[in-house]
Nanobody, 129 residues
């Protein structure tokens, strides 16, 4: 199983980035796909999730209205479009997917990193003021 992220980088405040996470090596009919981020000295926090069974989404309050999670079912790939970036968004971003257990409920509310089975290697996002 492999999750490969791409799309990180450095931008100025107000700019945009689009992260991608391509998954391979497994097939699950339903998943909770997510994006997490971790800034230096802080806990890893869930940013957004999308449930493949119905495409419902969750966003952390800090990114609501600025970030959009989406997926390409055929490619088993999900994305995080990040607009109006600010320096507080600077972090390592990780994609993850939950494939076993109460998957539907993992996507409701703030996601717990403990229930996600597979993780990407992380991609750095740096926003300068």
């Amino acid at each position: 199983v492999q999750l490969v992220e791409s799309g990180g980088g450095s931008v100025q405040a107000g700019g945009s980035l689009r992260l991608s996470c391509a998954a391979s090596g497994y097939t699950y009919s339903t998943q909770c796909m997510g994006w997490f981020r971790q800034a230096p000295g802080k806990e890893r926090e869930g940013v957004a999730t999308i449930y493949t069974g119905g495409s419902s989404t969750y966003y952390a309050d800090s990114v609501k209205g600025r970030f959009t999670i989406s997926r390409d079912k055929a490619k088993n790939t999900w994305y995080l479009q990040m607009d109006s970036l600010n320096p507080e968004d600077t972090a390592m971003y990780y994609c993850a997917t939950a494939t076993t257990g109460a998957v539907r409920w993992y996507c409701v509310g703030p996601p717990s990193k403990n229930v996600f089975d597979y993780w990407g290697q992380g991609t750095q996002v740096t926003v300068s003021s």
